[in-house]
């Protein structure tokens, strides 16, 4: 019965679970993009997929932009 088991968030939609969360930004935008540009290791269509999330206007107020750092 164990191997049945199976984790399950709040709802299966990306945008219906965002529309819960009431909280401040926390991801630097800029230095999410540095870091990735910096790195050599090749993450494939992960890349691409958050590429395409910081360019969504739907998860924009999770992300800060300027200067303002939450590391």
């Known amino acids: 019965m164990r191997r049945k088991v199976k984790a399950k968030p709040f709802n299966a939609s990306f945008s219906k679970q965002l ?6 930004a926390f991801t630097n935008k800029k230095a999410l ?5 910096a790195t050599s290791l090749n993450f494939g269509r992960a890349k691409e997929v ?5 360019r969504d206007p739907v998860f924009d ?6 200067k303002d750092t939450y590391d």
Do not use: V
Request: aromatic share 10%.
């Open 19 to 24: 529309a819960l969360y009431i909280g401040p």
């Open 61 to 66: 107020r999770l992300f800060i932009e300027g």
């Open 33 to 37: 993009l540095a870091k990735l540009d």
């Open 50 to 54: 958050l590429l395409s999330q910081l």
